[in-house]
């Protein structure tokens, strides 16, 4: 028997078997980043239609805030239209599942930056939703919205006192 035979034949085995290892390996991290790249734009697809279903509302509360003589404070909201604190309550869950998502990995941070601007925006101008949100932190509902203790949905310094 020839060991220089079985010794080629061995490292002929190897070098294929490395080769294809690494096209392998190529071939599967192009599939993983399309199947996340398809993800990632299914679900920017899904959340920015749900934003869009609620936005018409958000501007109804603005503008039910700006005609109001006193401020509108989540009580009176929740008297003259029950429609437009659903909404503030589907917003909440909203924005806490953009999170979820930007936590995960699976929301690009330029699309989380985007996000976290316009909900800190509505946050700043909607005096019912900043109630709610207040409301809803100090019941400890915090979970409920995938945060952690410490953690928030909104930057309490974008808070402003409506009137």
Not at 27 to 39: A, C, G, N, P, V
Not at 133 to 159: I, P
Request: hydrophobic content about 35%; charged content about 30%.
């Amino acid at each position: 028997m020839d060991w220089y035979k079985i010794i080629e034949s061995v490292i002929q085995i190897g070098i294929t078997g490395v080769a294809a290892l690494i096209v392998t390996w190529f071939y599967s991290k192009k599939q993983s980043d399309l199947s996340h790249d398809e993800f990632q734009r299914d679900l920017f697809r899904e959340l920015n239609h749900r934003y869009d279903a609620l936005n018409d509302n958000l501007h109804d509360i603005y503008e039910l805030q700006k005609k109001s003589e006193s401020s509108l404070s989540l009580k009176k909201l929740s008297i003259k239209s029950p429609e437009l604190l659903k909404c503030l309550n589907d917003y909440l869950n909203l924005c806490a599942e953009e999170y979820f998502w930007y936590k995960k990995g699976r929301v690009d941070d330029a699309v989380w930056k985007s996000w976290n601007i316009g909900m800190n925006w509505w946050y700043s101008k909607l005096q019912p939703l900043q109630e709610l949100w207040d409301e809803e932190k100090e019941n400890g509902n915090f979970e409920s919205y995938y945060l952690e203790a410490g953690e928030d949905l909104f930057d309490s310094s974008t808070k402003v006192s409506v009137r």
